[in-house]
């Protein structure tokens, strides 16, 4: 079976297969693992040389030990289904109603995956944030590490630099860490590790007033006297992407940020107070996200990986801005399908899906009629995004640079979903996202 898979294989253009094999140690088998969109296997395991009745495909990512099952090919009927259930769970509705998160989300016309970094820029990251844990007296910032290195090694390991890869995590680690204690997981004994005051996040204005000062410290050359651990680590983070950037993109880009961290305040404020009329329209529903998520910093990003610059006549480009939008939304829903699971147990009702569930003009829909709308309007951004290039149609390098970036901020996105334990949970809806994958940078970095 192993070598008649790398046989027909062989000369396709798959050239990230890794390899195939029976395996030992999942009560699936065989086992086909490859990096690649699953419907282009599926048309390789057409080939009459396979005689199993079913292929199951993993994905790899980040490191080796990672794997995760993406979906189930059944040669017999000639279709892609669901991975198989592994793990038990609580099962209140029909699951294999429930669309298949990666194979229904991965499709053909998705852009492929950015390339991952090196393990050494993994680990050079990794001791990068623990040295920022140690020198500030913050041991809880590394439970955030992993999100962070995972997210930017899928969405942005191809960039050259090191250094960058850096920034770019500790920054990323920095606005989960951010994100949970001041929205989705509130723990006060991390504020108080971090020299936060307690009442902060129970007060919109001072809340508001917290992140400007974190801001004016992101932008500021001089260290701040006598910094707060969470005052020192915005300082430095800001330090270190001023020093690998130039003053203009800067400047934007910490404009960025303070935008993403108003909206989140906002629409926090809005939930707290039960007025939430952005959960009633789509259309409002998905500004809110664009603003609130840090999609629009994150593809900001693309410039700073590449140290590739749009500059203004290109960066306020009405197309590419409409451009930059789709691929935002396409991530801030991926992130909704994905995260579902966790926000049903956050009671965090900014999610696209249990909108369409509580949708009063259609009379609700249930669970998977809900989630296969949601993959509808993540698969309607990438036919977007599409028209707007060839629209836009630049020769220019910097526009082909970023557009480029920016498509594979969208594949790496539902990579890293389909990836890190952040979505996992033993009673998840999903029964792909039940079983928790073994922390590769956790047991060997
Ligand atoms: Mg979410």
Not at 19 to 39: D, E, G, K, L, Q
Not at 308 to 315: A, I, K, N, R
Not at 418 to 428: A, I, K, T, W
Request: with cysteine; hydrophobic share 40%.
């Amino acid at each position: 079976m192993a070598l008649h898979v790398q046989s027909a294989l062989h000369g396709t253009g798959m050239t990230s297969v890794l390899h195939s094999r029976f395996s030992n140690t999942s009560p699936v088998a065989p086992i086909f693992r490859a990096r690649s969109c699953p419907t282009s296997v599926a048309a390789f395991l057409k080939r009459p040389c396979f005689h199993s009745p079913s292929v199951n495909l993993l994905y790899n990512s980040t490191l080796p030990s990672m794997w995760c099952c993406i979906a189930s090919y059944d040669i017999a009927q000639g279709r892609l289904q669901r991975p198989r259930v592994i793990t038990s769970g609580v099962v209140k509705f029909d699951e294999m109603a429930l669309p298949p998160l990666v194979a229904s989300t991965v499709i053909p016309d998705l852009p492929p995956p950015p390339a991952q970094a090196s393990f050494s820029v993994l680990c050079a990251a990794k001791d990068h944030m623990k040295n920022i844990a140690e020198r500030w007296s913050v041991h809880s910032f590394e439970s955030w590490t992993h999100p962070g290195i995972s997210f930017t090694n899928e969405v942005f390991g191809s960039t050259s630099s090191r250094d960058r890869f850096v920034a770019i995590a500790t920054l990323q680690t920095f606005y989960f860490m951010l994100d949970d204690i001041f929205s989705d997981a509130p723990n006060e004994s991390v504020l108080e590790e971090f020299g936060i005051s307690r009442s902060i996040g129970k007060c919109s204005q001072k809340l508001a007033a917290f992140f400007k000062r974190l801001n004016s410290i992101f932008r500021q050359q001089e260290i701040p006297s006598n910094p707060t651990p969470i005052e020192g680590i915005t300082w430095e983070l800001g330090h270190d992407m001023r020093r690998l950037s130039n003053p203009e993109w800067f400047n934007k880009f910490a404009d960025c940020l303070l935008e993403h961290q108003i909206a989140g305040v906002s629409s926090h404020v809005d939930h707290i107070a039960d007025d939430q009329q952005f959960l009633k329209e789509v259309e409002a529903y998905a500004q809110m996200r664009v603003l609130n998520s840090g999609g629009r910093w994150v593809m900001m990003l693309v410039e700073f990986a590449t140290n590739v610059y749009l500059g203004d006549e290109f960066s306020a480009h009405p197309i590419l801005h409409q451009l930059t939008n789709a691929a935002v939304i396409h991530c801030v829903y991926v992130n909704d399908l994905f995260s579902y699971p966790k926000e049903m147990f956050e009671e965090n009702p900014r999610n696209i899906i249990k909108m369409f569930m509580q949708d009063s003009n259609d009379g609700g829909s249930g669970l998977s009629q809900a989630a296969w709308k949601a993959v509808d309007l993540i698969n309607t951004q990438i036919h977007t995004v599409a028209e707007l290039e060839k629209k836009f149609d630049s020769e220019v390098f910097a526009v082909r640079s970023y557009i480029d970036g920016v498509k594979g901020v969208m594949t790496g996105n539902i990579y890293f979903h389909s990836v890190d334990n952040r979505y996992r949970h033993p009673n998840s809806v999903f029964p792909e996202l039940r079983e928790n994958i073994t922390n590769a940078h956790e047991t060997n970095v």
